[in-house]
Nanobody, 119 residues
Framework: QVQLVESGGGLVQPGGSLRLSCAASDLGGYAIGWFRQAPGKEREGVSC????????SFSGSVKGRATISRDDAKNMVYLQINSLKSEDTAVYYC??????????????WGKGTLVTVSS
């Protein structure tokens, strides 16, 4: 079992950037996904990085604006999103499993961090 804690959320102006962090109790062997849930909407996948770190994926909504990385020595995963838009406003969650899966299939979840994009 792995515990996850997200941080780095907050209020950001449109066009700004944000780096979200996911601290894991033990990152070894786990793929980490980032998901988000906007008010009134279903949770959606944003990005995922494989356990090896060699494979990454991004949703169409953030592709070209986001990077994901991991530092296994620090048990940390980072998601940076640039050129933020109001539609990026959501609670962002990181989740862990042995491989990247959909929002309904990841085994372990953090409690989330709120990102608000507004002027």
């Amino acid at each position: 079992q792995v515990q996850l804690v997200e941080s780095g959320g907050g209020l950001v102006q449109p066009g700004g950037s944000l780096r979200l962090s996911c601290a894991a109790s033990d990152l070894g062997g786990y793929a980490i996904g980032w998901f988000r849930q906007a008010p009134g909407k279903e949770r959606e996948g944003v990005s995922c990085i494989s356990a090896s770190g060699r494979s990454t994926s991004f949703s169409g909504s953030v592709k070209g604006r986001a990077t994901i990385s991991r530092d296994d020595a620090k048990n940390m995963v980072y998601l940076q999103i640039n050129s933020l838009k109001s539609e990026d406003t959501a609670v962002y969650y990181c989740a862990a499993d042995r491989t990247c899966r959909g929002a309904n299939d990841m085994s372990y979840w953090g409690k989330g961090t709120l990102v608000t994009v507004s002027s």
